[in-house]
């Protein structure tokens, strides 16, 4: 799953409008952001069965970006501590391409909506990519701002505070089954065909007894 993420964020690099407006822009019905660009660069596509929709766009080399995700059935979170390892493994290990950097990250909250964000800092303390992730029913919705020569972000903050989220009554973030009704759903074929010998088995069982019985009498 971090490949697919990644991926993602190397498809913000490829904006190219600057504006020094910013604009309003939806990822969802229930999700607004803004960007500093009155026509943002698009990419929706299909990879491996996960559908991905990106919005972004460029201001003083810096990227800014709201992507969406469908999440499989299989992978929501069943409890709080799913969700959060669902968020690590949203956002990739990015320190890795940013040397003498360091990452912290830290649960927020929006709405009501829990999330997670993360910020990569380099020695001098400058903020060279920022993310925030939440997950609202069965969609992944990320956040970024990305340094593309290595300077501080400086409006992340203002692009970060006009995220619009829906409140948590309206939808769900703990939406998965649990481990043993996971398990059960990968092998409901053979549990049935198991079931269904169990039954026969025992079918005849009662006939043999019924007859031994019936012979008795």
């Not at 703990?174 to 990968?186: A, C, P, Q, R």
Request: net charge neutral; proline share 2%; glycine share 6%.
């Amino acid at each position: 799953m971090k490949n697919i993420y990644w991926i993602l964020i190397l498809i913000s690099f490829q904006s190219f409008a600057q504006n020094g407006q910013w604009f309003d822009f939806e990822l969802d019905k229930n999700v607004r952001f803004k960007l500093p660009a009155e026509n943002a660069n698009l990419f929706d596509s299909e990879q491996d069965g996960i559908k991905m929709y990106e919005l972004s766009a460029e201001k003083n080399d810096i990227v800014y970006s709201g992507n969406k995700m469908l999440i499989d059935e299989q992978s929501l979170p069943n409890s709080k501590k799913e969700l959060i390892s669902l968020y690590e493994e949203a956002v990739p290990n990015i320190s890795k391409s940013y040397p003498n950097t360091s990452v912290s990250k830290k649960e927020i909250n929006k709405n009501g909506l829990i999330g997670q964000k993360l910020t990569l800092t380099d020695s001098s303390g400058n903020r060279l990519y920022e993310s925030e992730v939440y997950l609202m029913n069965n969609q992944l919705f990320l956040f970024n701002c990305i340094s593309k020569n290595d300077t501080g972000i400086t409006d992340s903050d203002y692009f970060f505070n006009h995220i619009s989220l829906p409140k948590i009554s309206e939808i769900k973030q703990i939406t998965g089954k649990s481990d043993f009704w996971k398990l059960i759903s990968d092998f409901k074929t053979e549990l049935l065909i198991l079931l269904g010998i169990v039954g026969l088995i025992v079918g005849i069982t009662l006939i043999r007894k019924k007859n031994y019985l019936q012979q008795r009498l």
